[in-house]
């Protein structure tokens, strides 16, 4: 991952991981080794502080790797302090947010299912900012600087590289009127756009779909590099669930999959879209 800190943090920790593994010591030997905790060598390998490059450096001279790599890892360390571009923002990303945007930023893949909201990177500046005030409880100025992230992020859809995106939506969040019907229209007229671009697939989940995986929201993130596994994420009011195991992945993938099999074709998906817009314009 060459891209946002976030992923590089990441992918240092899998690598640091990785490497004690091989040695078959467990974080406390490896910390004695050191003269350090075992704490601090867990918190490397978790990514849930800051790793120095003098402390990467000091652990491949201890697991002996090659220069090549000791240089590589001691540079992701290093790239790993830069600040993301939504990070500027404040308190309009909340720190439990900003490390999903982190690894958003370097998906390949995109998978996401919204059982009540259109997705975010579909929504209207309108739309974002009527969720907002509604839900978080934020001041002005952070509900400003949350509805420019979220346009910020939809960048990605559009960027050279963007991701395989495909949305599944229920047809309930078409129907739910955020704001006014004038809202939902210019919100409806959004979500085809975004559609039609090459790298996107959107399909509806009907209310006549019958059984399917009830599993509320979620997304799925895939990365270029075998050596980052998918991710799973589903978010809350104040926190989120980030899995990696592949017992979830593999679930959440077979979820998605009868997701997209009951929801109607893309292109069925969008006439249904294009008669709900017809409705809001009545």
């Not at 509806?204 to 075998?226: E, I, N």
């Amino acid at each position: 991952m060459a891209g946002s800190p976030t992923a590089r943090r990441r992918r240092l920790s899998i690598e640091l991981k990785k490497l004690r593994e091989q040695s078959a010591l467990t974080c406390a030997q490896v910390g004695s080794a050191l003269d350090w905790s075992g704490s601090k060598v867990n918190r490397m390998e978790t990514g849930s502080g800051r790793v120095q490059p003098s402390d990467v450096d000091a652990l491949c001279r201890f697991y002996d790797t090659g220069e090549e790599l000791r240089e590589f890892l001691k540079s992701l360390a290093r790239q790993a302090k830069t600040r993301g571009w939504w990070q500027v923002h404040g308190s309009g990303v909340p720190q439990w947010f900003s490390i999903y945007i982190g690894l958003e930023q370097e998906a390949s893949t995109f998978r996401q299912y919204q059982c009540e909201l259109l997705p975010g990177l579909m929504q209207t500046p309108a739309y974002a900012s009527e969720l907002h005030k509604t839900g978080a409880h934020l001041p002005a100025e952070d509900i400003d600087r949350a509805v420019r992230v979220r346009m910020e992020r939809q960048g990605m859809l559009t960027h050279v590289g963007a991701p395989d995106a495909w949305f599944v939506v229920n047809e309930g969040a078409l129907r739910n009127v955020i704001g006014d019907r004038s809202l939902m229209r210019e919100q409806l007229e959004r979500v085809l756009a975004s559609s039609e671009l090459p790298n996107v697939t959107l399909q509806v989940l009907p209310f006549d779909a019958g059984t399917y995986p009830a599993t509320g929201s979620f997304t799925m993130l895939g990365f270029p590099d075998q050596e980052d596994p998918d991710i799973v994420y589903r978010d809350g009011i104040t926190d989120a669930v980030y899995l990696e195991g592949e017992h979830h992945v593999r679930e959440y993938t077979r979820a998605f999959d009868g997701l997209r099999a009951a929801a109607l074709s893309p292109q069925r998906s969008a006439r249904l879209v294009e008669s709900v817009l017809k409705e809001y314009a009545g």
